[in-house]
């Protein structure tokens, strides 16, 4: 794998033993009978080599698009016996490379089967997209919805609970993140094993692979939490210009009853607003929200809009889909910066990160998001999070940076991912900042093991049970290989 270096050369990764090429199609050619599809030609497998930063570049030597679990068990244990590693890759959405591999990639699109919808949850395959499941439970009797939604819903169940699934346009204030609402996993391990897991089947195996990245298992179904989903969704838009007002009306309204969600964005300094809250609260007709309840005590004079839940939560998908047409997004390089920060450092590092950034910073087409979380809500013990420090909340900034024009640009991801790393290392020693390892930031193994913290013991312990030879989504470098 090929990515961006910190002297401003390449920085060449190889994944797989000396003297085997994982990058041919020679390895390949004795791989089991498969209920799906085996690929070595190299259209599917430039089509698997970077992801949605565009900053990271590996030719994989084949691509699975499995039918089912078996197919992805039976192509792990050929790949276990040859050393050749793996990854699995869903919608592709990180920015760094994350999912890529120079042996196998696992299109996990092809699980795409939603199974069952039941009274209070939902088993679907790996690679079905939010919105897909959020459809289909919608137009369920009842009408229902998943209790977390991330603000892109075209991403796939499989790709966000790797990470942790963090709400975006629904949930985190009163439900946790996404992987806190799994009620049972089907992977299979670096072994070859299918298992089923769960918070009491195999709770180390299933404790590992929601927010644990891929390193001990692929994912390939899930039965999820639903809830009861409302009809129509009232959003409010406030707009600042001051950092401390912004943070006095977030918090309250983060904790005023009745609203079910909130998020916000900032833009650089320069004319107009700065800050932006948006503040949603789901109800059905006849029934409605009562503004000034909602507005109570606020700054500013809000804008305020009425539309179908399905229209809220397909917002940014429609942003994404228009961009594609309008800008070539998909080929923008995307150095997004994404991490946690404690409650009380929220409000400071704004003020100090804020007034510094640049339209460059930003790009044409980037964004500037926070979503609150409420702590305690979390069950789980990763994705790791800031060290608890008395408040109720912690918080994700995300600063989603893109490139003026498509195309390849060493200067420019130099820049950005030097620029992520210093912004990471202060936000770190100063603020308590935690990673959220969707974005483009350059880590090494000691980096990994400060980043787990407390639960790296485990998760090394579930390591070694569950993919005992490394083959797993080694891109990161969480658990380098050493030299034989």
């Not at 107009?272 to 005590?297: C, I, K």
């Not at 700054?299 to 228009?322: I, K, M, N, Q």
Request: charged fraction near 20%.
């Amino acid at each position: 794998m090929t990515r961006s270096g910190s002297d401003g050369n390449t920085e060449v990764r190889e994944f797989g033993p000396a003297g085997e090429t994982t990058h041919g199609r020679a390895p390949f050619a004795l791989a089991p009978a498969l209920e799906g599809e085996l690929l070595v030609d190299e259209g599917s497998r430039q089509g698997c080599a970077t992801d949605l930063g565009n900053l990271a570049t590996g030719m994989p030597g084949a691509v699975l698009r499995p039918r089912s679990a078996r197919d992805v068990a039976a192509m792990i244990r050929f790949c276990r016996d040859r050393g050749i590693t793996v990854s699995a890759r869903g919608r592709a959405s990180t920015t760094f490379g994350q999912t890529l591999s120079e042996g196998l990639i696992i299109d996990t699109r092809s699980l795409d089967r939603i199974h069952s919808i039941g009274p209070s949850t939902a088993e679907v395959g790996a690679g079905v997209r939010w919105k897909d499941l959020i459809a289909v439970a919608f137009g369920s009797s009842p009408r229902l919805t998943p209790p977390v939604i991330t603000g892109y819903t075209s991403l796939s169940v499989g790709g966000t609970l790797s990470v942790g699934g963090v709400g975006g346009l629904a949930g985190a204030l009163h439900t946790g993140l996404q992987g806190d609402h799994v009620r049972e996993l089907e992977v299979v391990t670096g072994t070859g094993e299918i298992e089923r897991c769960s918070a009491t089947r195999k709770r180390d195996l299933f404790e590992a692979v929601l927010g644990g990245l891929g390193q001990c298992g692929v994912i390939t179904k899930a039965v999820l939490d639903l809830v009861p989903a409302p009809e129509r969704a009232r959003t409010y838009l406030v707009d600042y210009t001051d950092n401390a007002t912004f943070f006095r009306d977030l918090r309250t309204l983060i904790e005023r009853p009745g609203i079910d969600h909130v998020y916000a964005t900032l833009q650089a300094p320069g004319a107009g607003a700065t800050h932006r809250l948006n503040a949603t609260v789901g109800y059905d007709p006849p029934g409605h929200p009562r503004d000034e309840v909602v507005l109570d005590g606020l700054s500013g004079t809000p804008a305020v809009g009425d539309t179908s839940y399905l229209d809220h939560l397909f917002t940014l998908d429609r942003l994404v889909e228009y961009l594609r047409g309008a800008a070539d997004w998909d080929h923008l390089a995307k150095p997004w910066y994404d991490v946690w920060l404690p409650g009380t450092a929220m409000e400071d590092y704004v003020a100090e990160i804020h007034p510094a950034l640049t339209e460059r910073d930003l790009g044409p087409y980037g964004i500037s998001l926070i979503y609150a979380q409420r702590r305690d809500l979390c069950t789980r013990p990763l994705p790791p999070r800031p060290a608890p420090d008395g408040s109720p909340w912690v918080y994700i900034l995300d600063i989603n940076t893109t490139a003026v024009v498509p195309g390849p640009d060493p200067g420019y991801a130099e820049e950005m991912l030097d620029r992520n790393r210093r912004w990471f290392t202060r936000a770190r020693d100063r603020y308590g900042a935690v990673l959220y390892p969707i974005g483009s930031m350059r880590f090494a193994e000691q980096d990994w093991r400060t980043h787990f913290g407390a639960a790296w013991p485990a998760f090394q312990a579930a390591k070694s049970r569950y993919d005992p030879d490394g083959l797993l989504t080694p891109g990161l470098g969480i658990f380098p290989k050493t030299p034989a």
